[in-house]
């Protein structure tokens, strides 16, 4: 692995062995034991939109390892705001930094950094995938499930970067995934070519009852997402999606003991109810933590060899 820059990226093989060393160092950092695997190590954290989640547990995560993360707002800090080609702050960053990760918008700009950086290059997320957050997503469900191996997770509403990730991660780990969008907002055309190859072990619903049915674990996201303020886009979505919150009928189709999953930030009373959201919210803040462990393990991966 040179780079995580989309979940097609890894093997299943590679998948696991990240959650692997996420669960290794989870466990280090609870009794005190993590060791420093990235002394004298520089990662750049460039944002072009607004973070969270990924912004603190990539700072908190490097400081934990002994390295230094530097965050530079992409439209505020750095010259390409001004103009400079991308492929020249690429250059010039991975000629400072031993990683760098870039929460961005099209993903071709993502391939770009990787392309000429000539360090490991992390997507924090773009509009077509996100990653970290769904290897986060997996380690949570292995630690509630004890696998995957049998376990179908269902995913309701938009077509975005967490139902592409989400889709591929989900088939490469070895579950069955079933999704329901409304029309027009379905996952990417490439992204259901890789599923089609898994057979009846996908399928892509129009009810989210029938996607639900029997689910292990239930995902869902906000229906307007950060980039998608304008406000007749918002309310055009609003309407489109209506029938798909996700709520106490809904979550009666699954198993009784299903999971509910949220990359977070919910919308409570759009996408999903706040008891429902209550109701499942040490599984949703565990989830959140483990974003910091398995971007940890990312970099011991891409940067110390582990």
Same mark, same amino acid.
């Given at each position: 692995?040179?780079?995580?820059?989309?979940?097609?990226?890894?093997?299943?093989?590679?998948?696991?062995?990240?959650?692997?060393?996420?669960?290794?160092?989870?466990?280090?950092?609870?009794?005190?034991?993590?060791?420093?695997?990235?002394?004298?190590?520089?990662? /750049?954290?460039?944002?072009?939109?607004?973070?969270?989640?990924?912004?603190?547990?990539?700072? #908190?995560?490097?400081?934990?390892?002994?390295?230094?993360?530097?965050?530079?707002?992409?439209?505020?800090?750095?010259?390409?705001?001004?103009?400079?080609?991308?492929?020249?702050?690429?250059? #010039?960053?991975?000629? @400072?930094?031993?990683?760098?990760?870039?929460?961005?918008?099209?993903?071709?700009?993502?391939?770009?950094?990787?392309?000429?950086?000539?360090?490991? &290059?992390?997507? !924090?997320?773009?509009? @077509?995938?996100?990653?970290?957050?769904?290897?986060?997503?997996?380690?949570?469900?292995?630690?509630?499930?004890?696998?995957?191996?049998?376990?179908?997770?269902?995913?309701? !509403?938009?077509?975005?970067?967490?139902?592409?990730?989400?889709?591929? !991660?989900?088939?490469?780990?070895?579950?069955?995934?079933? &999704?329901?969008?409304?029309?027009? @907002?379905?996952?990417?055309?490439?992204?259901?070519?890789? /599923?089609?190859?898994?057979?009846? /072990?996908?399928?892509?619903?129009?009810?989210?009852?029938?996607?639900?049915?029997?689910?292990?674990? &239930?995902?869902?996201?906000?229906?307007?997402?950060?980039?998608?303020?304008?406000?007749?886009?918002?309310?055009?979505?609003?309407?489109?999606?209506?029938?798909?919150?996700?709520?106490?009928?809904?979550?009666?189709?699954?198993?009784?003991?299903?999971?509910?999953?949220?990359?977070?930030?919910?919308?409570?009373?759009?996408?999903?109810?706040? /008891? &429902?959201?209550?109701?499942?919210?040490?599984?949703?803040?565990?989830?959140?933590?483990?974003?910091?462990?398995?971007?940890?393990?990312?970099?011991?991966?891409?940067?110390?060899?582990?």
């Amino acid at each position: 692995m040179k780079h995580l820059l989309k979940m097609s990226d890894l093997t299943q093989g590679e998948l696991f062995h990240i959650l692997d060393v996420a669960d290794e160092l989870k466990a280090a950092h609870r009794c005190g034991g993590e060791q420093p695997l990235l002394k004298g190590k520089t990662v /750049a954290l460039l944002f072009s939109k607004k973070s969270t989640r990924t912004r603190t547990s990539f700072e #908190v995560g490097v400081f934990q390892m002994g390295g230094l993360g530097n965050y530079l707002n992409t439209e505020t800090e750095l010259q390409s705001s001004r103009g400079e080609p991308l492929k020249d702050t690429a250059r #010039v960053l991975g000629r @400072y930094y031993d990683a760098i990760v870039w929460r961005t918008y099209q993903q071709s700009e993502l391939e770009q950094l990787a392309q000429y950086a000539g360090v490991p &290059v992390i997507n !924090g997320l773009t509009d @077509y995938a996100h990653p970290c957050q769904v290897l986060a997503d997996l380690e949570t469900i292995r630690a509630h499930k004890g696998g995957f191996t049998g376990r179908k997770l269902a995913y309701v !509403g938009d077509g975005n970067n967490m139902a592409n990730s989400l889709i591929v !991660g989900g088939l490469t780990a070895g579950l069955q995934v079933s &999704v329901a969008c409304p029309a027009g @907002y379905a996952p990417a055309a490439d992204v259901l070519d890789f /599923a089609a190859k898994f057979g009846p /072990a996908f399928s892509q619903e129009s009810a989210p009852a029938a996607a639900v049915t029997g689910a292990d674990v &239930v995902v869902t996201d906000a229906w307007v997402s950060m980039n998608r303020g304008a406000e007749a886009e918002a309310k055009a979505r609003l309407r489109a999606f209506r029938g798909y919150q996700v709520n106490d009928a809904l979550m009666a189709a699954a198993k009784p003991d299903a999971m509910l999953l949220h990359c977070l930030p919910a919308h409570r009373g759009q996408e999903v109810t706040d /008891a &429902v959201f209550e109701a499942h919210a040490a599984e949703i803040f565990d989830e959140a933590e483990n974003r910091l462990h398995v971007e940890k393990a990312v970099l011991a991966v891409l940067l110390a060899g582990k």
